[in-house]
């Protein structure tokens, strides 16, 4: 197998018609891989992602899993990447990152606050408060293939994409159906889903195909349900990461030196107990999450 991509997240090698995803340790936050890695992450979010693929299976939506080769490698179908310019009828990788927001949270937040967005174009009367539920559930296109992702209006998805408006209203109700089941298992087991990213491809006959991991603590936002429910936001996710890089004010000065077109900082590592923390966390949340055991 060839070593195709080195990702922030995971390895994937060329294995023929398929691919195969290799998750490491690793873990990134603002699109820095940070120093330290993370024991089980890696294993967490296969298995996790495992459980899913096997769950929208089920409720009608085709995945590109095939099967699991180790506790942290999976087998799955391979996908040409679009180019604008070169015309793909099907059978490609979508270059779009889709998110579906439930809970106002992370940058979302930022944005409303900085006026970067309009409250009330997201259906609010007034200036929701960090934690509040969107009146409607909050569907947003972001690119993936630059440097640092940007939102998108529809226009602009389609051009970069390739798609018809209606395959992207046809990938939000899949997303929209998804993040139902999604919510309504966790939820069981005292959880609440906030927001969550998703990619697709358009398979034969440009059937939408859900790609890459999904459901779990890097691309979605899980909150205590019975703590929310009391007032209080306790992360149960990569945000916890975030969270830490903002209270030391490296953030700040990341995003100071992209304002500023400047060398960025370099990120500095995480400490030792905060690794132990997280590292218990995305094994504790997998079972949280799919109510299996570990």
């Known amino acids: 197998m060839d070593l195709i991509r080195k990702g922030k997240v995971k390895d994937v090698y060329d294995d023929g018609d398929k691919l195969v995803f290799k998750f490491s340790n690793r873990i990134s936050v ?35 899993f095939i099967q699991l080769k180790d506790k942290n490698e999976m087998i799955v179908k391979k996908y040409s990447i679009f180019h604008k310019g070169r015309e793909y009828y099907s059978n490609y990788m979508i270059p779009l990152e889709f998110i579906a927001r439930y809970y106002v949270a992370g940058t979302f937040y930022d944005r409303i606050k900085s006026g970067t967005i309009d409250y009330h174009d997201v259906g609010f009367k007034n200036m929701p408060e960090y934690g509040q539920e969107f009146p409607d559930p909050y569907f947003e296109m972001t690119t993936k293939f630059e440097k640092f ?9 389609q051009k970069i994409s390739g798609l018809e408006k209606s395959e992207i209203y046809e990938i939000m109700e899949n997303i929209f159906k998804i993040d139902r089941r999604i919510n309504s298992s966790v939820n069981k087991r005292g959880l609440i889903h906030v927001d969550g990213k998703k990619e697709f491809a ?15 603590l890097d691309e979605d936002r899980f ?51 905060l690794v132990n923390k ?9 079972e949280k999450i799919t ?4």
């Not at 034969?204 to 790609?211: K, N, T």
């Not at 009391?230 to 975030?242: A, P, Q």
């Open 202 to 216: 358009l398979g034969i006959h440009r059937i939408p195909v859900i790609i890459d991991t999904f459901g779990t």
């Open 149 to 157: 992702d940007r939102s998108l209006n529809f226009g602009e998805a």
């Open 278 to 286: 997280i590292s218990s966390m995305y094994r504790d949340m997998y």
């Open 223 to 273: 909150w205590d349900k019975k703590e929310y429910e009391n007032g209080k936001i306790n992360e149960l996710s990569k945000e916890m990461v975030r969270q830490y890089y903002r209270d030391i004010g490296y953030h700040d000065k990341l995003y100071s030196a992209r304002e500023k077109n400047e060398k960025e900082p370099d990120i500095p590592p995480l400490p030792n107990e």
């Open 30 to 64: 603002f699109d820095k891989i940070i120093p330290n890695e993370i024991p089980l992450k890696g294993e967490s979010l296969c298995r996790t992602s495992t459980y899913w693929y096997k769950i929208v299976k089920d409720i009608g939506i085709e995945t590109d």
């Open 291 to 294: 109510g299996l055991k570990w």
